[in-house]
Structure formats: C-alpha cells, structure tokens
C-alpha cells in the first residue's frame, strides 16, 4: 500500500524521479547515483557503459558482473543496454533505519580487464510511513491539587522516515484544561508534554479524554493519533522521580551473558502502595529487548544475550517508573558497545585465474580480491602480505580491493605451480589473521629448444653388419610439456661418395635411434659425418643440430695377400737361388704380404710351415725373410722345397700360403742340370725311400745305354760352345744367388747381368728344375707339361718341348751376349 502511494507520488513528478534516479558524480573518481525507495524491479537507476565510457557491447563480452560479496544484491547489472537497475524493491527504512544519509555501495567487475569499479547508490527516502504511537491509548493519572503549569510526559510516535518526511508536530484536542508543549532533545527528537492550565476537581470530572495528533511533513500529510485517558486523583499522592534524567554506560562486546551494566533509581515519597515503584521498558523494539533486561524491582539492566559492536554499537532505551497509584516518570538510558577485536579479517576473492602463461610480463593480474574487518577503529585496519620468495607482489586497488599481480618473469620449467597464500592481519592486540590459498597453474610456452647432453657425438659399428642393424640411439631432452615438449628427430641432407646419405643410416623420428640401411664395408670407406637435428612440436617449433661421426670397425674379413713370391703369369715357374758356400744367416728370400684389414687384424706373421731340409732355413716371423739357419753340407738336397704360411691377428685368424723352391748350386750348369732334372720331378713331399729308389735304378740305366751317345754329343756341343761360353763368363760374376729365378728368370738376370754364374767347359750335363708354386686361398695353380717326375736330362735324353725350347732359348741368350 505504501509502494502504491509512492507511486502515485512519483506519477506526477515522472521527470523528476527519473533525474533523481541518474544523478552521478563525476568529478569524484566514483560513480554516484540516487535512486528513491520502493521503485518497481527494474527500475533504471544509472548508465554504467557510458559513464564508464564503454560500448553496451563491452560489458557483455569483457564479462562485468556485480560482486555480491554474500550479501543480498538490490541491484542489478543488464549487460545488454549497459544500464543498472533496480533487482528488487528497496525499503530505505529497513536497510539504514533513521540514518539521515542510506547509501549503498556495489562492485562492478570487468573480468577480462580483471578491474574493479566502485558504484555508490543512495537511497532517498519517500513519504511511505505515517506517523505511529505505541499505543493506541494511554493513561495518565494527576492528583486533583497538582498546581497549573505542572507537565506530564505524553507518548511518543514514532516514524520511521527522515528528513521532511518525519514526524513534525503533535496537535492536542481542545480542551478546558490542558494545553500542549512539544519539547525538543539533544537527537532533534520531538517529547510532547501535557501541561496543566486549569485546576483539576475530581468531584467536578474524574477523567477527561483527550486525542493527541502526530503528523510528519510529506506531501501529501500522514499523522497518526493516539487516545489520551487522563484520571484525576485523591490528594496526598507523589509522582516518583529518577534520580538521573540520563544514564549512560559503556560496555565491551564481550562482556559475558547476565553481566549487570547499571541500575537505575528512582525515588517516591510516599509509603505503602502509593511508595512502591515499578520498571518498565517503553518504546522498545523486539531485538532491544532480547539484548537486555530489566528488573522491574530492582533497577537493575543485564545483558540477555552476547553482544555485537558489527550489529550494534550503540542503543537508545527509554525507561519508565510507575507508583502504586500510577504516577510515573521517565528517564533515558544511552549504552555504548565498545568494539573489541573478536573478527578476523575476511578475504572474498572476487577474480581470480587458475592459470597464467608463463611468458606472461610483470604486472599480469592473476587475483582480484577485497578484505575486510568487521572489528573498527586499529581491531578493522587490514593489511595483505604474501611470502616474499614468490614472484608475485600485491598491490591496492580500489576501496578495500587488492590485486595480485606478477613481480617478474615466470618459469614453468622451474615451477610448474604456486600455492599462494594470502594473509590478512588487523591492527588488533592480539592481532587476528586469516589466510587465502590460491592455487596457480602456469601454463607452458615453447621457450625451450631439445637439447642433447653432448654437442657431438661417436658411433661405432662393425663392418659387414646385417642391414637393419640398430646404430645408436640419440636422445633430446626438451623441458617443455606436452606437445612442446615432443621431439621429433631427423637426419641434415647430405651426400657420401656421390650417394645420399639417407641410403646408409636412416633414424627413428620419436626413439632417436639410428639403423643402418647398407652392410658397410671397412676397406671401401671408414666411417661417415652426419648431421642429426632434434625439433619439438612447439608452435613455432625449436631445434637443435647435433654431429654423430660414425666409426667402421674393422672385422677380420680379408686374408692376407702374398705379392712376392708373385704369382707367375706366362706360365713358368720359379726358383730361389742360394749358393753352397752361404754361411749361416744368409739371405735366401724375403715374402711379402699385405692385408686389406687394419689394426691387429692386419698384423701378419709369417711361419714356415714344411720344409725339405727342417731346421736348414729360419723364417723371420714379421719380416718374412727366409734365411739359411746353418751351413750347407754334401748330403743337402739340392731343392729345397718350402711352405710358408702368413696369418693374420684377426679372430679367427685367416692366413694364407705359398711355396718356395731353394735350389742351391754354385754354378750355372748345376742349375740348368737341376732344371732340366727338376723339370718333371715333384718335389718328395714325404721322404719314400722306395721312389727314390727306383729313380735311380730308372737313371743309372739310362745313363748305360746313352752314354755314348751323349759323350759324343756333348764333345760336339761344347767344341761349338766353349768359345761362346769363355766369353761371357766374365758377365756372370758376383750373382746373389737369393734372388728369384724361373724359367724366365734365368734370362732375365743374363740380359740384365744382375747376376753373376761361373761356367766350366767341361760340363757334361745340366740340371733344369720345372716346380710350381703352392698358392693356398689366394693363387691358382698353373699346369706343368708332363706329370711331375724327377727327371735327370743328359745331351742324348730326349726333352719335352717346353724343356728342349727353354734349352734352345738359353742358348742363344747366351750366343748373344758373346762378343764376336
């Protein structure tokens, strides 16, 4: 009903309301708006958008809200039009009583700026209260020879409105009697008094009836009335007074339940049931009287219930003393809460985030919160610290807002996540704290490149691996998460001896493990350089270049190749020569191997593994010279066949072999005489008495029958020769006889005259020795003319015609280097 009048108020007054209701001020740094009480929901109380100078648009997508601090919201926010309105209807009365001043302050939040803006409305109050007595009557008892001008307290209306609104002026009914005076207190609060003009007669008139008017000064007038019963009493009978007019006390809030805080007294002349005083309460509201008591006896006011300075500080009570009779007097009762420090500092967080980049700059706000203290004075003062290790800093915002922003850089790699604890603190003694844990999340940024532990690295594999063969493995760390923390790897382009080096290695892009694609092989090439690069998933993506020198390990895979004694190629044979005169340590020969490996798997040996003579040759064991180890004697065949072997340090070892031929004779028909007898024979690979046997029955025989023959041929041969042979013995002195000599051999050393031979005229027969060489694992073996048979040549045997054209050349060698 009150709501309808207000209305009906503002229906004629529509531009005036609605100016009332956008009035701000602007040159205070707070936006200040008035509203009446009692408006409709909805009602526009102020344009935030534009005062604050943003678009409608700004408020909705930077998500401005209200902050509630749990209280109830009479406002509300329509982010659409960026206006403010009403979000209930308001009565001024209940929310600031008879504060001359209702004002309520509001928060408005901007989340995405995370900035905090301060609103003040203030209610103005309306004429929505009439005027109200505690009663709707009330009895006042005078004795029937009170002198005029006496005054007697009247009830008091109360209304709730302020300003121009409350109550103005009481009005009396006319009467003979009694006339009216408003007297005024200290609080401009109005105390009606009856005062009497007239003399009372009880017999006359025992009881006159008078109306008492209240009336505020809205517009229209609201009043209210009360009905006034006043009887007129015997004589003889004393009003009782109060000691004190005003009592006044002070008490802190946490005084316990039942604490006496004062007596009030009062005195009254008279005795028996006109003496006896009673207490009373008057023009007490409910919660008033659930905080105190009074005994109506006594005097005596207690404390009923704990007391709060944060829901009152402060309570005004009027209090009553009544006689027997019914006379009565009034005093007031001032008490004062003292406010001690029994609050801790509340934290409401308005904003805050959960989680920050961490390359985010200083001063990012990641908090928004406000504090506050119910407690007053030093007990209400907070302050706000964090730990000081943090890289966070608090700073003050509006009002009683603080912000918690970032000090310097952040580093999820060090700390991936705060605890933040917020202490707040009153000025109190003992001082009270509260704390606020927020939790901070910093969120990841690719800031991290992979990195390798070392900045080059060394592979090594064995030569002939299998294709496929795991290589290496390279790993990256990257201290970044997730997806920028996730390496890929992958090998620079590049080329080895005209091929990509993607056909040899290739890698794994998410183990870093390295396979070879090729088998490798030590002798072609020994090891490679590639680049290998680690990237993470990172937008944009980091790398990091690494060099991994790949190593070929040798492996045993080539057995050692014999270059002297060479393998002949024209199909003759050949002979080492050593004279019968050599003394012990003599030279003989000298094999030469090389091994396609390296390392110790090229390390060669030489052994001598068969020989016709044992113990007539040494062998050196790294420098394969074959040397004779004592002095010829008689009994010493003249070829001596030798088998050297030449191993390796591989594991397993691989060797190989060849055969040597030693013929020993100091002259050149010797040699030619154990050619031509060499030239069918194989050498004894076993000493068999028996085939020698029959070889020199076979040869004695032989020598019987052509005999003649032969002597009558070599007679001849040599009357043609000697002069030949005188000649060019002088070209065959000094003759090494270790050098190597063949079929072909043999002419080569008389055409260069390398060698020197000493030749007798009376040479009756000569000695050619055909051998072969034993080539093992490397050399193939070339075929002789005939089967190998020792065969011994005289002028008259018949030769084959390998044997007999080799005569025939040696001659005419010979004839050549005769000077004519």
Request: with cysteine.
């Amino acid at each position: 009903m009150a709501a309808r009048r207000i209305r009906q108020n503002c229906s004629g007054r529509v531009l005036f309301c609605f100016l009332l209701g956008t009035l701000w001020d602007a040159g205070s740094g707070q936006i200040r708006y008035s509203v009446p009480e009692e408006m409709e929901k909805g009602f526009f109380v102020g344009d935030i958008a534009k005062d604050l100078g943003l678009e409608p648009w700004a408020l909705s997508e930077g998500g401005a809200r209200i902050v509630s601090r749990g209280k109830t919201q009479h406002f509300a926010l329509n982010v659409r039009t960026g206006s403010l309105v009403t979000a209930d209807r308001i009565d001024r009365e209940e929310l600031c009583g008879r504060a001359s001043v209702c004002t309520i302050n509001i928060e408005i939040l901007l989340a995405d700026k995370v900035k905090i803006y301060g609103v003040e409305v203030e209610i103005t109050d309306v004429n929505d209260n009439s005027p109200l007595f505690e009663t709707k009557e009330t009895e006042i008892k005078i004795i029937e020879k009170e002198v005029s001008g006496s005054r007697f307290l009247l009830p008091e209306a109360f209304d709730p409105d302020v300003g121009i609104n409350s109550l103005q002026s009481y009005q009396l009914s006319p009467n003979h009697h009694f006339s009216l005076h408003v007297q005024r207190g200290t609080d401009e609060a109005k105390y009606p008094e009856l005062v009497l003009d007239r003399g009372l007669d009880r017999e006359e008139e025992p009881v006159h009836h008078l109306i008492l008017t209240a009336s505020d000064g809205g517009d229209p007038v609201r009043s209210g009335t009360v009905h006034i019963r006043v009887t007129v009493l015997d004589a003889n009978d004393n009003a009782p007074v109060f000691t004190q007019s005003l009592y006044t006390v002070s008490v802190p809030e946490n005084v316990p339940v039942g604490t006496l805080l004062l007596t009030v007294n009062a005195t009254d002349p008279d005795e028996g049931i006109n003496g006896k005083m009673t207490y009373f309460f008057r023009k007490m509201t409910q919660k008033t009287s659930q905080v105190f008591g009074l005994n109506s006896l006594t005097g005596d006011i207690t404390v009923l219930e704990n007391l709060d300075y944060e829901k009152s500080s402060f309570y005004d009570i009027d209090i009553e003393v009544r006689d027997g009779p019914g006379l009565l007097d009034r005093a007031k009762v001032l008490i004062k809460v003292l406010d001690v420090n029994d609050n801790a500092p509340d934290v409401i967080i308005t904003s805050v985030t959960n989680s920050i980049s961490e390359n985010s700059s200083a001063g990012s706000v990641i908090a928004l919160f406000n504090v506050h203290d119910r407690d007053s004075g030093e007990n209400g003062q907070v302050t706000c610290s964090i730990p000081e290790h943090l890289p966070f800093k608090l700073e003050k915002s509006y009002g009683n807002y603080y912000s918690l922003v970032t000090d310097r850089a952040l580093d999820r790699e060090q700390i991936s996540i705060y605890n933040v604890t917020v202490t707040a603190t009153d000025g109190g003694n003992p001082p009270l704290s509260s704390d606020t844990h927020i939790s901070l999340h910093i969120q990841d940024t690719n800031d991290n490149p992979p990195l390798f532990v070392q900045t080059s690295y060394s592979a090594y594999v064995m030569e002939n691996n299998p294709r496929g063969t795991s290589i290496y493995c390279l790993t990256a760390q990257d201290p970044d998460s997730e997806e920028n923390g996730r390496i890929t790897y992958s090998i620079t382009d590049d080329s080895v001896h005209g091929a990509p080096l993607s056909s040899y290695v290739s890698i794994n892009s998410e183990t870093g493990v390295l396979y070879a694609l090729r088998s490798f092989d030590y002798e072609q090439f020994r090891g490679l350089k590639l680049g290998v690069t680690a990237k993470d998933s990172g937008d944009p993506p980091l790398s990091t270049n690494v060099t991994l020198t790949l190593f070929i390990l040798d492996q045993n895979d080539n057995a050692p190749e014999i270059l002297y004694p060479a393998y002949p190629t024209d199909g003759s044979t050949g002979v080492e020569l050593a004279p019968r005169s050599a003394e012990p340590g003599y030279l003989v020969t000298k094999v030469v191997a090389v091994d396609g490996d390296s390392g110790q798997n090229a390390w060669l040996s030489y052994h001598l593994l068969k020989a016709t003579e044992p113990g007539l040759f040494s062998m050196g064991l790294h420098s394969g010279e074959i040397k004779t180890a004592r002095a010829f004697v008689d009994k010493d065949a003249l070829k001596q066949n030798l088998v050297v072997t030449v191993t390796d340090n591989g594991k397993p070892p691989l060797s190989a072999t060849v055969s040597v031929t030693v013929v020993v004779a100091d002259t050149i028909p010797e040699i030619l005489s154990d050619l031509s007898s060499l030239a069918s024979s194989e050498p004894p690979k076993d000493s068999d008495l028996t085939l020698y046997l029959v070889i020199a029955v076979a040869s004695v025989s032989c020598l019987f029958f052509f005999f003649i023959i032969v002597l009558l041929a070599q007679r001849l041969y040599q009357w043609q020769t000697s002069k030949i042979l005188e000649s060019t013995s002088e070209h065959f002195q000094n003759i090494p006889a270790s050098e190597f000599v063949g079929i072909d051999g043999v002419r080569a050393f008389l055409q260069s005259y390398s060698h020197e031979v000493s030749l007798t005229s009376d040479s009756r027969k000569s000695q050619v020795m055909f051998t072969r060489s034993n080539y093992v694992d490397t050399l193939t073996m070339q075929p002789n003319c005939e089967k190998k048979e020792a065969l011994l040549i005289s002028d008259e045997s018949v030769l084959c015609k390998e044997d007999q054209s080799f005569i025939q050349r040696f001659t005419g060698i010979v004839k050549q280097n005769t000077p004519q």
